[in-house]
């Protein structure tokens, strides 16, 4: 526990980077905190899976039911209030202007008494959205379905490329990706381990993320990989390079060997 308390100051980090200024960090850190110590007491070594991957999934987990439980508005309420809302923008569509609460209250089939209870009750209750989608409590981000064998097959794929894209890092960023992110270590620590401040990190961590989603893009969705601004440029060249390993680095059948990104800790 003592080792990783660091892990619950991260992850509170993170989550309050996606949710509104007034939670509160103390919360979120108690919680984390009383995750931490369960998880320490539920950890199963043999099952092979590191003590600090086990652990952020209890702490996240515990940051959620956290987050719910602040959460004023029922679910029906924020269900309503999405209906009235779609209904709203396709009303505001077809007349040309904001349709007045009457016209949206016939649309609906409400009472206008129950359009601006609703409004009033989301007004009032603290607005959830951990995933930058449109705001709901946090069981509405939990989904329930269950994928099939085309989307499995698409997600090993991904996973495939994942695995490339990392391997074919320069030392340095791939270092930061696999510390920062598989491994839980906090940025001080790879900064002293590289020698370099902890802002640095963060900009090769920022660095590193473009270089992923682009190069996996090239061989996924090559429409959404910018352009260079300079094609015959040294950073347009090494760029190319780095997208030329991913894509020769494997077969079909090599990505989709892995399942998960654990291996990418190794």
């Not at 003590?51 to 269900?79: H, K, P, Y």
């Not at 007045?100 to 959205?129: F, K, Y």
Request: with cysteine; glycine share 8%; hydrophobic share 40%.
């Amino acid at each position: 526990v003592r080792t990783h308390l660091p892990l619950v100051g991260h992850i509170v980090r993170e989550t309050l980077m996606r949710v509104p200024a007034h939670v509160n960090r103390d919360d979120l850190t108690s919680a984390g905190l009383a995750a931490l110590a369960t998880a320490a007491h539920s950890y199963d070594p043999t099952r092979g899976v590191p003590f600090g991957r086990f652990a952020a999934m209890r702490i996240r987990g515990a940051l959620i039911d956290e987050l719910r439980g602040q959460d004023w508005a029922s679910r029906s309420v924020r269900t309503r209030s999405r209906h009235i809302d779609n209904l709203r923008h396709q009303l505001a569509g077809e007349l040309g202007r904001v349709p007045t609460t009457a016209e949206i209250a016939a649309a609906t089939g409400l009472t206008e008494a129950d359009i601006t209870a609703t409004e009033d009750d989301v007004q009032r209750a603290v607005v959830l959205s951990l995933q930058g989608f449109t705001p709901g409590t946090a069981d509405d981000m939990i989904t329930e379905t269950t994928a099939g064998p085309e989307d499995l097959l698409l997600h090993r794929e991904r996973i495939g490329f994942l695995h490339q894209a990392v391997q074919a890092l320069p030392t340095k960023l791939r270092t930061v990706i696999t510390g920062y992110y598989l491994h839980s270590r906090p940025m001080a620590d790879i900064a002293t381990e590289l020698g370099v401040t902890e802002s640095r990190i963060s900009q090769l961590r920022a660095e590193a993320l473009t270089l992923l989603k682009d190069g996996i893009n090239t061989q996924l969705a090559p429409e959404q990989v910018p352009t260079p601004t300079r094609p015959n440029g040294c950073a347009a060249r090494r760029r190319q390079t780095y997208y030329n390993t991913i894509a020769t680095t494997g077969t079909l059948h090599t990505r989709l060997a892995h399942t998960d990104i654990h291996g990418l800790a190794a």
